[in-house]
């Protein structure tokens, strides 16, 4: 592969990908390759990401290297955006070689990263979820809503999601993707009504507000909270009292109580990291009771991990195309004379 | 323009724009470009900007916006590169509607960074240097040294550029590159000789190294000192006792203070930012035997202007490529949907 090109995997590509492989193939994978990175996680660079606040929504960047390799994505969330007709969250990441800074990959995310956060948020109820649990409630039936379902069903074995929106449309429209999945797919009219039997209750609403999708009396003992939606300051989505009922986990606790539920809570309320359960420094859930909570806001490491996925499915699928993004001259020092020889 | 397509600048039609236009020509339309934003600095967000350092080099984020419009850079740094035959600095960058999030210009950067790092020297040497400079010093006869000179012949009014490198072969590429330029090219065999009748000595070397490329002996009264190379943590090319003579005028100091000659000095050492000389809120130079010194290191905001100019440019030129990188659904909610839509 020549220097000066980099492979670019546009949305067309992505989605052929993930065609290829299998939705849920991929969720599974993703799951592995974001777990093994955790695994990892003294071995990364870390740092919150790098927010542009506005009125109306925020532009991130998100970057981080394992010292080997170096990730960063670009991600936005304008959640006015969908009365535009617009995606409120759109994505795109690469991933570089740290020895000589050279891009590796150009990617489109948004998708990706609706399958990396699904993968991530299955990832983190293997460990923290009660064992048994079939049933999973879905409140906020958006973008983001079938990914979840096929990761918890193929992670961690859901038979039922029960979807509530206060769109009915927005269910119509997930209940109708997943038809054909293999899941149970029952619409309800409520959230109380959504919640009935679920050991898992996941939260993925889009509003850039202090919300309460959940209130306490909703949240019995023993289940487990997967809290997608609230993820930048101002955006929340549960009661504080459930918070401190439950046992949090994090992903990275700089960012997430910024932008996380427990932006709610004193700064040293106490909190777990998540990586720490995985290796097993730390105990996930400790009794049959306990309302375990997984305050999911995203974080760099999980984009590196999907982008080094995808990274390593280009050369098998061919599903890239190569684009002139980088000035090599064959002298490095000659840019100049490069492009008076490009006027000849 | 459909939505989920972004204009993206390749290498091949970055050249081709410069020389659609003329190099001189965009020199100084760029330094006009980045005036015009110095003009306007407390609107812009600022930020110094993200640095993953490794042994060998630097990746780096830079990140800004003016409410209206985000932009960033992706950059490296990696002296080391030059031995592997690669780029040492090579970039890439993207402009996006603040109100939406969306990207509106994805462009190589690696040339057009290397053409806004020269206008904005010279746009500096225009309020800070002699007025009657006509000879340059140029000091590191690398990929920024033709750059360089056109903008100060464009910009100042240069006549003279006197080229001094370590390694002769640079300054042949130099001279070679500069032979139709109009500019009178002199080839020297020392630093000391380089800097004989030079009103404005530029410093533009790329290692990696507290290096000392100009002495205090070899600075004289009423010069401009334009300083390129010096421009991450441990990378310095000046001597402090020069630092000690100089009105330092930077960027932005947060930044610069890490990263610039004035990392040599205390943290409370007294600089003047530029954009305040632009807008005459400061004086820049007051007097023939004052030493001026320009400590860049290059700011976000200087990337920012270079890209819209770019993005000025597309309509009426047509050079650019569409990029499918914006997963865009007809229901932005229906992402899901637009994958298995993609399957039919």
């Known amino acids: 592969?020549?220097?000066?090109?980099?492979?670019?995997?546009?949305?067309?590509?992505?989605?052929?990908?993930?065609?290829?492989?299998?939705?849920?193939?991929?969720?599974?994978?993703?799951a592995a390759e974001i777990e093994a990175d955790f695994r990892r996680w003294p071995q990364f660079d870390k740092t919150p990401r790098v927010a542009s606040h506005s009125d109306?929504?925020?532009?991130?960047?998100?970057?981080t290297s394992d010292g080997t390799t170096y990730g960063f994505k670009y991600v936005n969330g304008h959640p006015s955006n969908l009365r535009r007709g617009l995606q409120t969250v759109t994505a795109f990441g690469l991933l570089a070689d740290v020895a000589t800074g050279y891009p590796l990959l150009l990617s489109e995310m948004t998708i990706l990263t609706a399958l990396r956060t699904a993968a991530t948020s299955a990832m983190a109820a293997r460990h923290l979820a009660p064992k048994d649990a079939r049933v999973m409630a879905m409140i906020g039936n958006g973008a983001q809503a079938e990914f979840q379902a096929l990761a918890f069903k193929a992670i961690c074995g859901i038979e039922e999601v029960r979807l509530y929106d206060i769109d009915p449309d927005a269910t119509d429209k997930c209940a109708r993707n997943l038809a054909g999945s293999g899941l149970k797919i029952t619409?309800?009219?409520?959230?109380?009504?959504?919640?009935?039997?679920a050991q898992i209750l996941t939260t993925c609403t889009a509003d850039?507000?202090?919300?309460?999708?959940?209130n306490d009396n909703m949240v019995g003992a023993g289940v487990h909270i997967n809290a997608i939606g609230?993820?930048?300051?101002?955006?929340?989505?549960?009661?504080?009292?459930i918070l401190h009922r439950s046992s949090?986990?994090?992903?990275?606790?700089?960012?997430?109580?910024i932008e996380g539920e427990i932006q709610q809570l004193a700064a040293d309320h106490p909190v777990t990291e998540l990586w720490q359960v995985i290796t097993g420094e730390t105990a996930g859930r400790t009794s049959a009771s306990q309302i375990t909570l997984f305050d999911s806001v995203g974080f760099a490491i999980e984009d590196f991990s999907a982008l080094r996925y995808v990274h390593g499915k280009l050369a098998a699928t061919g599903l890239y195309d190569n684009l002139d993004m980088i000035a090599d001259p064959d002298d490095p020092r000659d840019l100049f004379g490069m492009i008076l020889r490009a006027a000849a």
């Not at 619409?187 to 039997?197: F, P």
């Not at 850039?208 to 959940?214: G, S, V």
């Open 248 to 257: 949090i986990f994090v992903e990275y606790p700089p960012q997430t109580r």
């Open 208 to 214: 850039k507000n202090y919300a309460t999708i959940l």
């Open 187 to 197: 619409r309800c009219k409520s959230r109380e009504d959504a919640i009935l039997g």
């Open 1 to 30: 592969m020549s220097l000066n090109l980099v492979p670019f995997v546009s949305v067309d590509k992505m989605m052929k990908l993930v065609l290829h492989i299998g939705i849920e193939r991929v969720l599974m994978d993703l």
């Open 56 to 63: 109306v929504g925020v532009i991130e960047l998100m970057p």
């Open 230 to 241: 609230g993820d930048c300051p101002g955006k929340t989505e549960l009661a504080p009292a």
